[in-house]
């Protein structure tokens, strides 16, 4: 997986299929990665997962190809049962305490 820069902002993205993938660069040395159905970037994400500036890229940019992977198909469907679904009431955005949700 390759990503490229999009502009002069931390902004990098990667895609397959009908998915893309942004990593972005947050504050205090976090990222964060927001996956989007090819066509819908201007809306909410799907799926969306960060890590602490204690955190390893590498465990990010594994997750970012293993969704590019597993969602290359378009079907929205596949995506809701994810962990990190924005809409999972069990997944990162349902719980009041998101910290067990990042990657390090």
Same mark, same amino acid.
């Given at each position: 997986?390759?990503?490229?820069?999009?502009?002069? /902002? *931390? %902004? %990098?993205?990667?895609?397959? #299929?009908?998915?893309?993938? $942004? /990593?972005?660069?947050?504050? &205090?040395?976090?990222?964060?990665?927001?996956? $989007?159905?090819?066509?819908?970037? %201007?809306? /909410?994400?799907? /799926?969306?997962?960060?890590?602490?500036?204690? #955190?390893? %890229?590498? +465990? @990010?940019?594994? @997750? !970012? *190809?293993?969704? @590019? +992977?597993?969602?290359? +198909?378009?079907? =929205? *469907?596949?995506?809701? !049962? +994810?962990?990190?679904?924005?809409?999972? =009431?069990?997944?990162?955005?349902?719980? =009041?305490?998101?910290?067990? &949700? $990042?990657?390090?």
């Amino acid at each position: 997986m390759a990503f490229q820069r999009k502009s002069r /902002l *931390e %902004l %990098l993205s990667a895609g397959s #299929g009908k998915a893309v993938v $942004y /990593l972005e660069k947050m504050h &205090f040395g976090s990222y964060v990665i927001k996956f $989007y159905w090819e066509g819908e970037v %201007l809306g /909410l994400c799907t /799926l969306e997962a960060w890590i602490t500036r204690n #955190g390893e %890229l590498s +465990d @990010l940019l594994a @997750l !970012a *190809e293993e969704w @590019l +992977d597993t969602y290359q +198909d378009g079907d =929205p *469907e596949k995506a809701v !049962a +994810d962990r990190y679904h924005i809409a999972n =009431p069990n997944g990162a955005w349902g719980v =009041p305490e998101r910290k067990e &949700f $990042y990657l390090g």
